[in-house]
């Protein structure tokens, strides 16, 4: 089953503005990444951010984590339209052996020129 | 470095019929996954091996089958091709340890058709 939801399921803007993306999840986590899909690629990863951190930055990219909200948010400012894309959280449980990367379904962002 | 690169791009299937992906990464990673992606839906894992020589199930490994060649590499196989598994295929590579996963790399998909 899918640890993550993304929300919104799409998100439309001009060029230049801002966009907000959100992630919920279920269960306690050791991380939380954000990757972004061009259509008909492979997933290319943007950020992670540990459960003992808040917020963490990365050129356009800023992303917080609310472990008591079970909750994540990725922000991308000054968007360009090359930052059309899908982007997924992903999060990985805490609890001994895990590998696994649980994706959300996605929001797929369109950036306007 | 290539990364993670997958074989073939595309494959039409009749029912029935069997196949394999494969999947070779060059970054000197020890973990490797299989994932399956439908549309409006995330990635969801088939397989992974954490190290050479294991392999685990994912979310959804009914119908599929995996091999770790050696480090490099990482087959997924198809017994018995369903429409059910008409799908884009992700393979991915990681060096994160066990309790802190690091980033995943991903090669550019396979997509399969079933008929």
């Known amino acids: 089953s899918q640890q993550g939801e993304e929300d919104p399921q799409a998100l439309s803007i001009q060029e230049g503005e801002n966009a907000t993306m959100n992630c919920s999840y279920k269960t306690s986590i050791n991380n939380l990444q954000w990757y972004r899909q061009n259509s008909g690629r492979g997933l290319v990863h943007l950020i992670l951010?540990?459960?003992?951190?808040r917020e963490k930055h990365s050129g356009r990219l800023r992303v917080t984590l609310d472990t008591s909200k079970k909750s994540s948010s990725l922000l991308i400012t000054a968007s360009r339209a090359a930052d059309t894309a899908s982007y997924f959280c992903?999060?990985?449980?805490?609890?001994?052996?895990?590998?696994?990367?649980?994706f959300g379904k996605g929001t797929k962002l369109s950036v306007i020129p | 470095n290539a990364g993670v690169t997958q074989t073939p791009k595309f494959q039409v299937l009749k029912t029935g019929q069997s196949m394999t992906l494969q999947c070779a990464q060059d970054m000197n990673h020890n973990s490797m996954y299989w994932y399956r992606q439908d549309p409006g839906m995330g990635l969801r894992l088939i397989y992974y091996s954490a190290s050479e020589g294991t392999t685990d199930k994912g979310e959804v490994p009914n119908g599929y089958n995996v091999s770790r060649l050696n480090k490099r590499e990482f087959s997924l196989r198809l017994e018995s091709a369903a429409p059910s598994q008409t799908s884009v295929y992700f393979c991915?590579?990681?060096?994160?340890?066990?309790?802190?996963?690091?980033?995943?790399?991903f090669g550019p998909g396979t997509r399969l058709l079933v008929l």
């Open positions: 951010i540990r459960s003992n951190e």
């Open positions: 991915a590579s990681s060096d994160g340890g066990w309790l802190y996963q690091e980033t995943q790399y």
């Open positions: 992903a999060t990985v449980r805490s609890g001994a052996g895990s590998y696994q990367l649980t």
